[in-house]
């Protein structure tokens, strides 16, 4: 690579990911924040564990099918736009959480929550494969996941905080839980507007040089690809394919993460608060450092599947073992978890990116994401019908690394690729 366009990788590297990931910082505190504020929401509001299970998935029904056409949307429209007014937009729904103190209103809250933020994340993967070349995705992309680890490590003990707030002008504590995390979104999505560059010849932090570097690179990697019809990608077994391997993952990522707070405190034999909060930020301390080298790693030796599967494989063990060990135990083997549920989604998300171009990169991820989406909606559903089923705590947990150790299976069955795909 040349001097060039390292400069220009570096300095997009600089401008772009800390932006991306303080975003994604926001979206996934606003999407999780109920998980903080389950016991003394329900107890405030009346809403069984059904009802919570439900709203905590049904943010991602809207979110499934809105998916690739937003994508589509950004393409056409611009990246700087279509961002920008997601997050103003989720921003002032979260906040709207704070009034949402009936089952009709939780649920219409989360639907219209998960319509608004459809466009975000595949937005934001699509935009790192528009300005990043191929051997750099999964550590970017790396990057930009520690956002899911970081909200929740600094979102357990601020919304922990914010909970406490509980009389505060005669508003319960998730009130302002609630109202707090999403004016921070809604600020962020001003920001984006004066921010972020739609394309590589409108940044304004590269010089002439260094944009035509960074073009040519991404436009030779684009012309070997042969996929580049949106209904090519719909059609593609090997999408349809990662498309099912997401959809698992999210089942782990979401049964765990909208349940972990409550699962520690019960741990600690404590309620949620701070204290429970801030050991339940330790998983994500521990997802920090591994969603950091593993796909740096994996960028390194330019392999996917087997890091994806193994990182995968690790995930699920952690889950089982949190279910079956003693409270200290359970804290470690849920630190494995959340390394391996968080590090393996950017090395994942190299695969799609290598094989589609264009349009149907635009759809495929979004079409992916779908399923995604609709493991989210999914994951707390299984969870409280195995625990019902079993009548047992732990039944949910094992159900979910069950689920997890298939995903692995999934992955490798994928055909091995070349290096760097």
């Known amino acids: 690579m040349s001097n060039i366009l390292e400069k220009a ?72 736009y279509w961002i920008g007014g997601t997050t103003l937009v989720w921003g002032l729904l979260s906040a709207a959480m704070a009034y949402a103190d009936s089952e009709w209103k939780f649920l219409t809250v989360r639907v219209l929550l998960g319509m608004a933020e459809a466009g975000f994340f595949p937005g934001m993967i699509y935009l790192t494969s528009q300005w990043f070349p191929q051997k750099h995705r999964a550590g970017i992309m790396g990057l930009f996941y520690m956002g899911a680890p970081l909200a929740l490590t600094f979102g357990s003990p601020l919304s922990g905080a914010l909970l406490e707030m509980h009389g505060f002008l005669d508003h319960p504590g998730w009130y302002w839980m609630f109202i707090i995390e999403g004016i921070l979104a809604v600020i962020a999505g001003i920001v984006t507007f004066i921010y972020l560059d739609d394309n590589i010849s409108n940044a304004r932090f590269l010089n002439e040089n260094e944009k035509q570097a960074l073009h040519e690179k991404l436009s030779s990697e684009e012309s070997v690809k042969t996929t580049s019809k949106i209904i090519d990608a719909i059609s593609n077994v090997t999408v349809w394919h990662l498309a099912i391997i997401y959809m698992i993952i999210q089942i782990s990522v979401y049964g765990l993460i909208f349940f972990l707070p409550t699962q520690v405190a019960q741990l600690m034999g404590t309620t949620v608060g701070f204290k429970a909060s801030l050991v339940a930020a330790i998983p994500w301390i521990a997802a920090l450092f591994g969603t950091y080298f593993i796909p740096r790693y994996s960028d390194k030796v330019g392999e996917r599947r087997n890091i994806a599967a193994i990182t995968l494989l690790v995930a699920g063990l952690g889950i089982g073992i949190s279910a079956l060990a003693s409270p200290s135990i359970a804290i470690i083997a849920l630190c494995f978890a959340a390394i391996g549920f968080i590090a393996v989604q950017p090395v994942f998300w190299t695969i799609p990116t290598n094989l589609l171009s264009g349009a149907a990169l635009a759809a495929g991820i979004g079409f992916i994401n779908m ?7 999914l994951a707390p559903i299984i969870r409280v019908k195995a625990e019902t089923l079993f009548n047992n705590n732990i039944a949910g947990l094992l159900t979910l690394a069950l689920i997890t150790i298939i995903g692995t299976i999934t992955i490798f069955m994928l055909k091995q690729t070349n290096k760097n795909s």
């Open 9 to 80: 990788v570096s300095k997009t590297r600089l401008r772009l990911v800390p932006f991306m990931l303080i975003l994604y910082v926001l979206a996934f505190l606003d999407r999780a924040n109920i998980g903080f504020a389950k016991s003394a929401y329900q107890l405030d509001t009346g809403l069984s564990n059904e009802a919570f299970a439900l709203g905590a998935g049904i943010f991602f029904v809207a979110y499934a099918f809105l998916g690739a056409p937003a994508n589509l949307l950004m393409r056409k429209f611009g990246a700087r």
């Open 371 to 377: 399923f995604g989406a609709f493991g989210g909606f």
